[in-house]
C-alpha cells in the first residue's frame, strides 16, 4: 500500500494550488483520508480530513480557504488551495486511515503517509 502526493509548487500569495494524493496497492477499505502540513521548525499540524461518507473537517486557519474532497472510485484525495498566504508555506502530507493488503498480509490503521510535496507561497 503506497500513498503518492502530486502538486505542490511556488505561487504568490493570494494564488491557489491543487494538491492531489492517490493510494495504490491492494485496497479493502478507505476510513478516511486528510492533509498534514509541517512548516519549518514546527511540528506536523492537520489540515484538513474527510471520511468516506464525504464528511470534512478543516484546521481554522483554512476554513473557508481550503476545500478537501475524495474521488472513492480513484482512491484520491484532492486538497484545494485558494487565497494561499505566506504562512501556508510547508510541506504537505497525505494520509490515510484503510485496510488492506501486502502480500497475504492485512494492513491496517491510521499510520499511512505521502512523501510530502512542498508547497511555498511567496509575499
Known amino acids: 500500500v503506497q500513498l503518492q502526493a502530486f502538486g505542490g509548487g511556488l505561487v504568490q500569495a493570494g494564488g491557489s494550488l491543487r494538491l492531489s494524493c492517490a493510494v495504490s496497492?491492494?485496497?479493502?477499505?478507505?476510513?478516511?483520508m486528510g492533509w498534514y502540513r509541517q512548516a519549518p521548525g514546527k511540528q506536523r499540524e492537520l489540515v484538513a480530513t474527510i471520511t468516506s461518507s464525504s464528511s470534512t473537517n478543516y484546521a481554522d486557519s483554512v476554513k473557508g480557504r481550503f476545500t478537501i474532497s475524495r474521488d472513492g472510485a480513484k482512491n484520491t484525495v484532492y486538497l484545494q488551495m485558494d487565497s494561499l498566504r505566506p504562512e501556508d508555506t510547508a510541506v504537505y502530507y497525505c494520509?490515510?486511515?484503510?485496510?488492506?493488503?501486502?502480500?497475504?498480509?492485512?494492513?491496517?490503521?491510521?499510520?499511512?503517509w505521502g512523501q510530502g510535496t512542498l508547497v511555498t507561497v511567496s509575499s
Open positions: 496497492g491492494k485496497i479493502i477499505s478507505i476510513t478516511s
Open positions: 494520509n490515510a486511515d484503510l485496510v488492506g493488503m501486502e502480500g497475504v498480509n492485512i494492513v491496517a490503521g491510521k499510520d499511512f
